[in-house]
């Protein structure tokens, strides 16, 4: 069984984690591979925006993914405690176990349930967002902004009454169909 997960990894790994396109002729860099950055984030949060380049993305990723797991885990472990407590109370009426009734057990267990899935609720949103991230930051790991984007001004046409040329700033707008 192994041998053949091995073989299939091999297989599919080359087409996937292919690193790069060869567009280096067009941009001055490589562009990166959408589906391999969505794979890599999808395996190991944090992974893809490690491999688009942005590198203090990846550890807030990884961090807030795993502190919101942590916090689940926190919750179910309190959750399954007071679930037993529960049963247990719940299987001997009469009797108060720790002082308490089972109706607080109850309300305790409830609690800690519901918390517990609101969290897990959060590492699937974070899972989902750092893949959604991985792909966008592929997609404009080419994208060229080293362009000048100033604003200079120009000169405006004589002025008729006086003749001089007073500089000014022009709007062009263009619409093509």
């Given amino acids: 069984m192994s041998n053949r997960l091995i ?10 984690f292919a690193q790069t396109t060869n567009d280096t002729l067009f941009t001055g860099q490589e562009s990166k591979s959408p589906g391999g950055a969505m794979l890599r984030s999808a395996i ?6 490690i491999y688009t380049g942005s590198y203090l993305k990846a550890p807030l990723v990884l961090g807030t993914f795993a502190t919101f797991g942590g916090i689940a885990w926190w919750y179910h472990d ?43 609720f959060y590492v699937f949103l974070t899972y989902m967002v750092n893949i959604a991230d991985a792909y966008v930051e592929a997609h404009l790991a080419d994208f060229d902004v080293s362009g000048d984007l100033s604003v200079k001004p120009l000169n405006s ?21």
Avoid: C, H, M, N
Avoid at 7 to 16: E, H, N, Q, R
Avoid at 98 to 119: H, I, M, N, S, V
């Fill in 44 to 49: 190991l949060p944090g992974w893809g925006q």
């Fill in 157 to 177: 046409p004589p002025d008729r009454e006086s003749g001089l040329q007073t500089p000014g700033y022009q709007l062009t707008w263009s619409l093509t169909f």
């Fill in 78 to 120: 309190r959750y399954t405690k007071y679930q037993t407590l529960t049963k247990e109370a719940y299987a001997a009426p009469d009797q108060e176990l720790e002082g308490r009734p089972a109706t607080l057990y109850r309300a305790y267990r409830e609690f800690y349930r519901d918390e517990r899935d609101r969290y897990l």
């Fill in 7 to 16: 073989l299939l990894f091999l297989l599919i790994s080359g087409p996937v």
